[in-house]
């Protein structure tokens, strides 16, 4: 069974449209996050929700918008897509915001056009 | 800023040797972990290790943290071909609920 998983695991779009991407994790963890991996592949946390709350809010720009309608799916929603959004962006979950080890998905590999 | 900072950015060695590769941090931390990226997947955690540890085992992996130095090292000894991959540093900041900070990552190569 997959811990964390995201869909879709590629997203090809053009620019100004909005898309989403969804994770889900069925590890019963209370935290989730999505981080952001650039072409050079640095890694970078963007956001955090633990038990639906938004716990951490990196400076991004505000066209990404998170969403956690419940504790085991965080979804990622971008407006008005910008050529520099093309990147990798990963969820993850751990038990709680001061846990130690993370989950990965496998990653969405977003290209905008 | 970038938090954790991996040497070398690349590591080609032969199969069997040992790899190393090191990872140096800015802030008091929490915890080290270090974590796997194998081409085009999710990242997977190797190990972790505390801030009042010094080094840690797991199977082939040896993780030692200097916090004097803020400085960490990944040993993984009698390498495999199966051990290609980039293998990144994440810092865990005390007192905070930040998440992960990450390095650049080591890119490492197992000849066979």
């Known amino acids: 069974d997959t811990a964390v998983s995201q869909t879709p695991k590629y997203l090809v779009t053009q620019m100004g449209n909005d898309k989403s991407i969804k994770c889900e994790q069925n590890?019963?963890?209370?935290?989730m996050y999505w981080y952001k991996q650039d072409s050079k592949k640095f890694l970078k946390i963007m956001f955090s929700?633990?038990?639906?709350?938004?716990?951490i809010n990196e400076t991004v720009p505000n066209r990404f918008s998170p969403k956690s309608p419940d504790k085991a799916h965080l979804n990622l929603h971008i407006n008005s897509l910008e050529l520099g959004d093309s990147a990798v962006y990963f969820c993850?979950?751990?038990?709680?915001?001061?846990?130690?080890?993370?989950?990965f998905g496998p990653g969405t590999r977003l290209t905008v056009t | 800023s970038q938090q954790g900072e991996e040497d070398p950015q690349a590591l080609s060695i032969q199969e069997g040797e040992n790899a190393t590769m090191n990872c140096s941090y800015k802030?008091?931390?929490?915890?080290l972990q270090w974590y796997r990226q194998n081409s085009g997947r999710g990242l997977v955690h190797l190990i972790l290790i505390r801030s009042n540890e010094r080094e840690k085992h797991s199977g082939r992996l040896r993780v030692t943290l200097d916090t004097s130095k803020k400085s960490s090292s990944l040993l993984i000894t009698a390498s495999r071909a199966a051990d290609t991959a980039s293998y990144f540093c994440a810092t865990v900041r005390i007192r905070s609920s930040d998440g992960l900070t990450f390095g650049k990552g080591t890119h490492l190569i197992i000849q066979p």
């Open positions: 802030t008091s931390i929490n915890n």
């Open positions: 993850a979950s751990s038990l709680g915001p001061l846990a130690g080890e993370q989950y």
């Open positions: 929700y633990n038990n639906k709350e938004l716990i």
């Open positions: 590890l019963g963890h209370d935290t």
